[in-house]
């Protein structure tokens, strides 16, 4: 079991549907990023929040809108997406030590199919 | 920015085998290399890393050494058993303890054949 909980699992929608995925940690981490994966691919980072702030939006079309509410929660609205958007989303959080990088937890990703 | 290649990208060995894949980076100032593993329908899981100031780190079956004059690291599986099957990502970033931006290699399907 990861201390990152994802939900959905998986989630179908169409390109006119608004939905959101959701992201949940506990572990006091105050980054918390998106990534996207394709099939036989590396992650790609799409957004690092720290502290609540956007700090990295790598490019990613309006389509999706991140959210961080709170220290412990991450969201990612979804509207008007293409088929090319089908991809696992994963979401990740790292503690904020301020002298060391820390290793970054995953959950284990919201499926998503665009019909 | 950071550049970082992976090899070879498919990897087959027999059960109790050793396994090593290597990964180079582009960016002298990467300071923090993590490994992860990724099964099927899952997300990618850290199996170890190691920080620039070390050169070699061990945990059990796994280790990890890294070159900073040559920019390379690499991870060795001693003993493979079939659950190593998987997918294993080797990262390179920088930074002193704020958010990170990592760069995954292109990954490494490992698969152990009992």
């Known amino acids: 079991d990861t201390e990152v909980t994802q939900t959905p699992k998986h989630l179908v929608m169409g390109m006119t549907n608004k939905k959101s995925l959701k992201c949940e940690q506990h572990?006091?981490?105050?980054?918390m990023y998106w990534y996207k994966q394709k099939a036989k691919k590396p992650p790609e980072l799409m957004f690092v929040y720290s502290y609540e702030k956007l700090s990295i939006n790598e490019s990613v079309p309006s389509r999706f809108s991140p959210e961080c509410p709170n220290s412990s929660l991450l969201n990612l609205h979804l509207h008007a997406l293409q088929p090319e958007d089908s991809a696992l989303y994963l979401c990740?959080?790292?503690?904020?030590?301020?002298?060391?990088?820390?290793?970054?937890?995953f959950g284990d990703g919201t499926r998503l199919s665009i019909l | 920015g950071e550049n970082v290649e992976q090899h070879p990208s498919t990897l087959s060995v027999q059960e109790g085998d050793s396994a090593v894949i290597k990964c180079t980076y582009s960016?002298?100032?990467?300071?923090?290399f993590p490994w992860y593993k990724q099964e099927l329908g899952k997300g990618p899981q850290l199996i170890i890393d190691?920080?620039?100031?070390?050169g070699e780190k061990k945990d059990q079956r796994i280790a990890v050494t890294l070159n900073k004059t040559a920019k390379h690291f690499s991870l060795h599986i001693t003993e493979t058993q079939p659950e190593d099957s998987a997918v294993y990502f080797c990262a390179a970033s920088k930074g002193s303890g704020g958010y990170q931006k990592v760069t995954f290699g292109i990954g490494t399907k490992l698969q152990v054949i009992p």
């Open positions: 190691i920080r620039s100031n070390v």
């Open positions: 990740a959080s790292s503690q904020v030590t301020g002298y060391s990088n820390q290793p970054q937890h």
């Open positions: 960016d002298s100032a990467s300071n923090y």
């Open positions: 572990m006091g981490h105050r980054a």
